[in-house]
């Protein structure tokens, strides 16, 4: 007869990638590839990942595809990926770095008189990614299905978002730190969304960069506003300080000069 023991099942272990997590954590590879062999094995999975979530979608995409396409072992693949979850966020995080690295010839452009016009065109240039490479909004989607994948592209818009409020310094020399990095990070969270927005079924791809662009102008030329208004608000504080200061200073000279006019000759 069987014991209770060896007849109870053991309880099915969920994804770490399913579980809600009280920190949020970035899914990483296992190992990133040092030398050049390693390399263009990584480099072939990611690829073929690619490939397969556009063509499938995230619900269809499995390890063992990716490693059929990429004409590597499966013990290969699961050297550098725990699972499909850690792909999608590899993906996530390669766009993010190539967009970063565009966003840096950027830099130096804000404030100058044409930095509304340096901005248009680069908004432009990440719609135009989104267009002509679909799986963008694919690796976006996958970002989105499972706590942790959320998680770690939460963590890549902030990376993301230190960049740009690092870049609105200059144009916002006045906003306190703290709410121009939340600036930031609504930016950044608008432009991915508004993204995927614009190249859903049905919708006038076009027409939703340029509300994009709207929203992006108008918050800026705000901020923008507010950053000068404060540094008027800390002048006339400062004056004001300054001549409290002085009135204080004359008063005190004008009691001495009385008290040594009052005191008794020797």
């Known amino acids: 007869?069987?014991?209770?023991?060896?007849?109870?099942?053991?309880?099915?272990?969920?994804?770490?990638?399913?579980?809600?997590?009280?920190?949020?954590?970035?899914?990483?590879?296992?190992?990133?590839?040092?030398?050049?062999?390693?390399?263009?094995?990584?480099?072939?999975?990611?690829?073929?990942?690619?490939?397969?979530?556009?063509?499938v979608g995230f619900e269809s995409f499995t390890c063992e595809e990716v490693a059929s396409r990429a004409d590597v072992p499966i013990g290969t693949l699961y050297q550098f990926f725990a699972n499909k979850y850690v792909i999608v966020c590899e993906l996530n995080r390669q766009d993010l770095v190539g967009v970063q690295n565009e966003l840096a010839t950027f830099n130096g452009r804000i404030p100058s008189v044409d930095w509304l016009r340096f901005l248009n065109n680069f908004v432009d240039h990440m719609a135009g990614l989104w267009t002509t490479d679909p799986s963008r909004r694919e690796v976006w989607?996958?970002?989105?299905?499972?706590?942790?994948?959320?998680?770690?592209?939460?963590?890549?818009?902030?990376?993301?978002?230190?960049?740009?409020?690092?870049?609105?310094?200059?144009?916002?020399?006045?906003?306190?730190?703290?709410?121009?990095?939340?600036?930031?990070?609504?930016?950044?969270?608008?432009?991915?969304?508004?993204?995927?927005?614009?190249?859903?079924?049905?919708?006038?791809?076009?027409?939703?960069?340029?509300?994009?662009?709207?929203?992006?102008?108008?918050?800026?030329?705000?901020?923008?506003?507010?950053?000068?208004?404060?540094?008027?608000?800390?002048?006339?504080?400062?004056d004001s300080e300054r001549a409290r200061a002085a009135v204080s200073d004359r008063g005190g000279s004008e009691t001495n000069q009385a008290e040594e006019a009052s005191a008794p000759s020797a």
């Open 1 to 55: 007869m069987e014991s209770a023991t060896n007849g109870r099942r053991a309880p099915q272990r969920i994804d770490p990638a399913l579980e809600v997590q009280a920190e949020p954590q970035e899914l990483v590879p296992r190992r990133r590839p040092t030398q050049e062999r390693s390399r263009r094995k990584f480099d072939a999975l990611l690829a073929a990942s690619r490939d397969l979530l556009t063509e």
């Open 141 to 238: 989607l996958a970002m989105q299905s499972t706590p942790s994948t959320r998680a770690t592209g939460a963590i890549h818009e902030k990376e993301f978002a230190e960049q740009v409020a690092r870049m609105l310094a200059p144009l916002t020399p006045d906003t306190p730190r703290a709410r121009r990095k939340l600036m930031a990070e609504v930016l950044v969270h608008i432009v991915y969304s508004m993204l995927n927005f614009s190249v859903q079924d049905d919708q006038t791809h076009a027409e939703a960069v340029a509300e994009l662009k709207r929203i992006m102008v108008a918050y800026l030329q705000v901020a923008e506003q507010d950053s000068r208004s404060q540094a008027k608000r800390q002048k006339r504080r400062e």
